[in-house]
């Protein structure tokens, strides 16, 4: 029982490198998003997808990119890493199904990669 | 937009007694989520308890009960005979439509044995 995975757990970068943090759902849910935490801020949403071939931006989309080509997957970029971006990165997901006892409006989340960037 | 806030940085109780965590939160919605979340130091983010807006009724999990004032915007954590488990930072955060969870800034708990 999966539920949301996350890799790396943990990652160092050198400020200008590239990686992508993957994340994948086994539950078949239509909602998935990024979120990073900061010390003294809780969770800020970064980019956000409704669904496969759809993703908007968060509160904090800058220096991220994403895509959905899949349901279960959905990727996050740095494309040219930043010390700001140093930080602990979460992806949830959820379901967009409603009805009587069905959507109680909860994220899974993954377990969370810590990355640093130098 | 929607904001969450949790004015107590960190707080501390003692082990089988009761301490309440606050909640306040800005929205024009009528009809919302509620959560609050509990980060242990594993990092993992676990669901402690959920509120709709539309339930006048405060939710309860075991030894954990919410006061949800929907006119007041605050919805406060009680935590009933702590246990040294309950020790993590704690979340409150706002839901409203699809998937979007705004946070607040989080309030670590402590347990003295």
């Known amino acids: 029982n999966a539920g949301v995975t996350q890799t790396p757990k943990f990652q160092v970068l050198k400020t200008g490198q590239s990686m992508t943090l993957q994340c994948a759902q086994d539950?078949?849910?239509?909602?998935m998003s990024w979120y990073r935490q900061d010390p003294g801020m809780g969770l800020r949403l970064i980019h956000y997808?409704?669904?496969?071939?759809?993703?908007d931006q968060g509160e904090v989309p800058n220096g991220y990119n994403v895509s959905r080509s899949t349901t279960e997957d959905f990727p996050l970029r740095l494309l040219s890493a930043a010390p700001s971006q140093t930080s602990v990165y979460f992806c949830?997901?959820?379901?967009?199904?409603?009805?009587?006892?069905?959507?109680?409006?909860?994220?899974?989340f993954g377990e969370g990669s810590r990355l640093t960037v130098l | 937009a929607q904001t969450v806030t949790q004015s107590q940085p960190e707080m501390s109780v003692q082990e089988a007694e009761t301490v309440t965590l606050s909640c306040t939160y800005d929205t024009s919605e009528s009809d919302y989520y509620l959560f609050w979340y509990k980060q242990p130091p594993s990092r993992q983010m676990i669901l402690v308890i959920r509120?709709?807006?539309?339930?006048?009724q405060n939710a309860t999990e075991n030894r954990f009960s919410v006061n949800f004032q929907k006119a007041a915007k605050s919805f406060s954590l009680k935590i009933s005979d702590s246990q040294l488990g309950d020790a993590a930072m704690y979340f409150c955060a706002y839901k409203r439509g699809a998937q979007k969870l705004v946070f607040g800034q989080g309030t670590r708990l402590t347990i003295n044995p």
């Open positions: 509120q709709e807006a539309y339930k006048q």
């Open positions: 539950m078949n849910h239509e909602y």
């Open positions: 949830a997901s959820s379901t967009r199904l409603s009805g009587f006892g069905m959507n109680t409006g909860e994220l899974f």
């Open positions: 997808s409704v669904g496969a071939g759809i993703t």
